[in-house]
Each structure stands twice: as C-alpha cells, then as structure tokens.
C-alpha cells in the first residue's frame, strides 16, 4: 500500500484557492474532519468537565479521547498527556515548575539550534534561580548538532538538558537517543522540543528517551493548542502554579483553566486523519456532520491509564495494544517517504539555480524544510516576489533566533520552504520555476 498524496489533497478546502503552500513549518493546512470536529463541538451542548448532565458528560469524554489520541502518536501513556494553550506556554509552566527543584551550583543545557522557546524559558529560569546556563554549538556549515556538543557540557551539576528532535529552522535532526541516554547517566532530566518533528515522521518517547516531549498540534494538520508528554512520576513529583480550587490531580494540575474542548476534539479528529493516510487503513472517512467530534474509545484506549513510577512513557502501549498506534506509525512513515522525495526533487532543483544559497547540509538525515536565499536580494523581497507567484514560503527566523545568527543570518533569518503530508511534485515544480525566474530577473527592492 502506498501513500496517495492525490487523495489526501482532496480532505483540504484551503488548497483549493490555488496557492502552492510551503509555510506548513509554521503552521499546515487543515483537513476538513478537523474543522468538522471543532465546529460540532462548539455547535453541540457543552459544560465544565463533570459527570450529571450530558454536556458535562461529553466534555469529559473529549478531553479523555484528546488525551488518549495524543498518547497513540507520541507513543505515551495518557495519564502523561499535558494540553495548553501552546507549547511555549506549556514550556514557560514547566521551567517554572522544575526550576522550583533546582539550587545554587547547579546547571542547565540549552543549544543554539533550538527553537527559542526551548531555550528562553529555561535561560530565564535559570537566571531567576542563580543556575549555570551551558550552550551547546551546532556546525553553522552542516547544520548538525553534534552529540558531544552536549555531552560534552555534562557534569554531575546539571539538572537538565533542552534539545530539539527537528529544527524548525534548518530540518535537522540531532541524534536524541544519544543525548538523552547521556544525560540519564548524569542523573539529569532532558525536555525534547518535538514541535517540528511530529508532523513527518513516527514519534516514540521510549524510543527517543525523553522525560518531557513538547509538540504542537496546529503543525500536523490540528488545531492551535500545545502538548507535553512526560513519565506520569514525573508529574506527581512537580507542583506547578495553580489555583487554590483546582484540581491537583495529575495530569489536570498542570492544565491551568478551563481546557478548550472544540480544540481538543480537533486534536483527536487530525490525529484520526493522519492515521489513516495509507490506503486500507480506513483513510479519510466520510463522516455525518457531528459523528467526528467524540469518537467512541477503542479498548485500551482509556483516558485514565496509568504510569506506574519510574515506568517508561511507553507504559501501556506494548506492541499490538493500540491498533491506532500502528496505523500512526505506518501513516507517518508513509508521509516520510513521500516527503523525503519531494525533498530531493527540491534539492535537486535548488542546486541548478544560480544564486541560490541552501543553507546545512542537504545531504543529512532531516526532516523535509529548506532554508534558502538568493543572492542581492534580501528575504522579504524573496518572499513577497514568491507570494505574487502564488507560492508561500515565508522569509525570517521563525523565533529559532540564535540559530539564524549563529548561521550568520542575523535577526533577519532567510526564507523557508516546508514540505507537508498535501505538498505534490507540482508544487515543488511551482516553488523551484518561481525561484528561477526571481534569480534571472532581480525583483524591484533588492
């Protein structure tokens, strides 16, 4: 069975207004059940959380469903899911949170090739609590994160280690599992910026190893609300800011208000979307208007699975426990391989054009996002002049502020081309003859 990105293309409204998009890095296009969801939630009676009325009953099981869904792609157990607001959010809650356990002499690693809200939080943390703050250098020539940039910064002292799984930047991909296996041995705690990731390949907290994984559903397919996976010990062991009347339950004391049902039911509806995107495996289904938003669970789905202490994140997920689980794991690697060859037409492409600069090494292991500019004319004269084109592909530093200087780039970063699940051959075909004809002709402004 192979992935049919023809079909996939048809679940997505936007795509119809004829613009080639590669701005899915900061944010994809949305499938119609996910809008669906959202939209029979809101339109549907709903309640605080609680277990007299209907409306009180459905929000419940929304949020138990969200939780359950997220736990399947991320290869986690549900009473280890977090939901805010987003992933910055949720990243400023936790460094607080942990922060809390930290003490003068200790220390903390952050690197230049993260996203700035994997770094800014714990910086500031950092600074609040009198903690060292360790950097680690990435290749500004490939683009790699070499393992002993971190290692190498490893005392007894540190307390934690931030890395990103994917740059949101450059696409590269450092090696997790190596920098988490190390940072255990120190007895430290590493909190994975799984934002740029999870919308292109399997994620697996076992497999990467992380005690906190953060991720966005609003860049694979869902709507705008952050994630923290973590080990449910983990939780119990940290008391966040809350207030006085709320729930101090794990994980509901880390969600602070009241949860954004129509989010969370879009959440669960992408995640449905994405695992079926190989045919056979029941992709895009035709749904009645409503039917999407609350799901029934399938067994061994249930929102209040628990994490024994000191249990891994994959606790309760044992091969063959989540038929869901594995459909994810083969839609994604579906979508990996469809966007890994787009990435090479791309590159391809980008290296016939003259004046075009590629920034890292196309030749590593990444996710499918190019970071180009082209020669006397600046970013945002490049994007705009692909905008006219009909191909959008943004110019900037995307907040991965400290790598785009450390590339040499400044505040003002360069433009950006993401692949996503709905990116066909033609589009890349439009982006690269959009490119080429920018470069013969220097638009008005460079």
Not at 61 to 77: F, N, S, Y
Not at 118 to 143: C, K, L, M, S, Y
Not at 384 to 390: P, S, T, V
Not at 424 to 435: E, F, K, P, T, Y
Request: hydrophobic letters at 45%; proline letters at 7%.
């Amino acid at each position: 069975m192979t992935y049919d990105v023809n079909a996939v293309r048809k679940w997505f409204p936007a795509l119809e207004e004829g613009a080639a998009h590669f701005d899915g890095p900061g944010g994809s296009q949305v499938p119609t059940p996910v809008a669906e969801a959202v939209a029979s939630t809101l339109t549907s009676a709903i309640a605080n959380r609680g277990s007299v009325t209907a409306a009180e009953r459905r929000a419940d099981r929304i949020v138990g469903e969200a939780r359950a869904a997220a736990a399947d792609l991320l290869g986690a157990a549900p009473g280890g899911i977090v939901f805010g607001r987003s992933m910055t959010q949720l990243t400023y809650d936790f460094s607080r949170a942990l922060a809390k356990t930290w003490a003068d002499g200790d220390e903390i690693v952050v690197t230049r090739l993260d996203h700035d809200a994997n770094i800014r939080p714990w910086v500031q943390a950092a600074e609040a609590r009198g903690v060292t703050v360790r950097w680690a250098e990435f290749d500004a020539v490939t683009g790699e994160l070499p393992v002993e940039a971190v290692t190498g910064l490893l005392c007894p002292r540190t307390r934690l280690v931030a890395v990103t799984a994917a740059s949101n930047l450059l696409g590269t991909r450092p090696d997790v599992p190596a920098i988490t296996a190390a940072v255990r041995a120190v007895g430290a705690l590493s909190y994975v910026d799984g934002v740029h990731l999870t919308a292109h390949s399997p994620v697996g907290l076992a497999d990467l190893g992380a005690d906190f994984f953060a991720c966005s559903p609003y860049k694979f397919l869902g709507p705008h609300l952050g994630i923290v996976a973590a080990r449910r010990d983990l939780l119990e062991a940290l008391h966040p800011d809350k207030l006085a009347p709320s729930t101090d339950a794990v994980p509901e004391r880390f969600e602070l208000g009241t949860l954004p049902y129509e989010l969370l039911a879009g959440t669960t509806a992408a995640i449905d979307f994405l695992a079926g995107l190989i045919p056979g495996d029941n992709a895009q289904p035709e749904l009645a208007p409503g039917d999407n938003a609350q799901p029934e669970l399938a067994p061994g789905n249930s929102a209040q699975a628990e994490l024994a202490p000191g249990n891994s994140a994959q606790a309760g997920l044992a091969p063959g426990d989540s038929a869901r689980r594995e459909r994810l794991v083969r839609s994604m690697r579906g979508v990996a391989e469809h966007e890994d060859a787009l990435l090479r037409r791309l590159d391809a492409g980008l290296a016939e054009i003259s004046g075009v600069t590629r920034y890292g090494s196309p030749n590593r292991h990444r996710t499918p996002t190019v970071l180009l500019s082209l020669d006397r004319m600046r970013p945002a004269a490049l994007y705009r002049e692909l905008a006219d084109r009909g191909v959008n592909a943004p110019a900037g530093s995307f907040y991965a502020l400290e790598c785009s200087r450390h590339l040499g780039l400044g505040d003002t970063g360069a433009v950006r081309a993401g692949i996503a699940p709905y990116t066909n051959a033609s589009d890349v075909d439009r982006l690269l003859a959009a490119v080429a004809d920018i470069a013969r002709v220097p638009a008005p402004g460079t």
